[in-house]
């Protein structure tokens, strides 16, 4: 039973495990980086934002139109909205209105506010597209340390391989007493010596799949594939100059380094509008309601005495005057709205006569944002002119220490094959053996090395020639 259940968790683990070591291709890797990347998601926020900005920049070309009401309580001495009378009682009181505004002129302020938040649209626009450029390369580039690292690591476990079947040789020599025990003692030494090259390269290894993971957002550990990735190696044709002039036409970062210039320029536009009047329209539909509002309805007449009197021959007689009683009513709500119901209309006009220099300074301002812009642009120019010729030069002495190495990577395997013939006959002693070995094992590193060098190099040019990495 309990073999059983160590048969289990075994099983268990294995399946996890290769459940958390996937295999993924370069695509694989893109289109993961392309969905999850943190910085990537947030440029697209920046983008989003600038969208919506431009889409408010034209909404305020429009007229706005705005209701209002408001309903309260009154208690104490007040005047009554209906009558205009002071009045000492509660009441409730209610205003609605409906009023227009609308811009007719201000110097093409809104005009040219839409027309600056298009052109940073369309620049964040391209600059998600440089960034997303810049992702596919960069988890390209991790994704080619990783190969790197993996060749380094096969290369070792397979010079583990070589001693270890040396050693094999050598222990026979040692248990028959026929061979050199010191010999015997090297071969244990050096093995230790490249198990402890395999622990390097493993953790090379794993710090480059860390890398990549990072720019993937996940937490799981990755295998890479390399058969469907074709690694050309060929000589490259292209000069500095022709890489940059392509560079010019077709990378995103310049396109948008000039919509910033033209967005900057217009928000000059935008300030100078400050300088002329402003000309808009009004108008407004009003009513109000209020409970102490009434009407009386007459119920007829009656005679009265007023308490004066007159005197008639002597006789004081009363003075009767004729009164008309009414009936109070409340009004209703809907009555008090169409009774109190008033309009207004008008053009309104503002003329900025002196605004302590803040026109005239934001206008200064916004000329220096224009100038920043520029040489943002020249200093584009020039950083990637020199990045360019850098990775230029690095490439091509990549590719010479490859074709260097080439030579010495065949020139050493002969070594290794009659060293390895003459040790194992007994004719040449260790010393000569291994140090041909640790030759030939040190220049398939460096090849390796200068190989992927060479690639990534390349894969970097292509960048900023504005053609996919993925070519």
Known sequence: ??????????????????????TYTLDDCIAIALEHNLDLKSTHLQANSAKVNYKQSKANLLPSLNGDFNLGVNDGRSIDPFTNDYIDQELTYSNLGLSLDMTIFNGFRLLNSAKQNRLNAQASELETEAERQD???NVTLAYLQVLNAKDVLDLAHTRLETTTQQLQIQKGFFESESGNPADYADILGQIANDET???????????????LMILLNLETSINVDAESLILGFEPYTLSVDAVYRESLQNLATFKAKDLRIEAAKKGVSVAKSQFTPEVS???????????????????????????????VEGQDLPVITEETSFVSKTISYRDQLDNNLNTAVGIAVSVPLFNGFKAKNNVA????????????????HVSIKNAITQVYFDMEAAYKRYQSLEKQVEAYQESYRINDIRFKNGVSNFLNYITSKNNLDNAKVNLANAKYEYILRVKVLDYYRGHSVLN
């Open 1 to 22: 039973m309990i073999h059983k259940l160590v048969i289990l968790i075994i099983l268990y683990l294995i399946s996890w495990a290769g459940f958390a070591q996937k």
């Open 135 to 137: 992702l596919i390369l």
């Open 197 to 211: 090259s395999i622990l390097v390269s493993e953790s090379s290894l794993n710090s480059a799949k860390l890398s």
């Open 281 to 311: 329209f009004f108008g407004g539909v009003y009513t109000n309601h209020s409970s102490a509002a009434e009407f009386y309805t007459s119920t007829g007449t009656s005679l009265i005495e007023t308490g004066d009197f007159v005197t």
């Open 365 to 380: 301002l916004e000329k220096i944002k224009v100038e920043e812009s520029i040489i943002e642009l020249e200093r584009t």
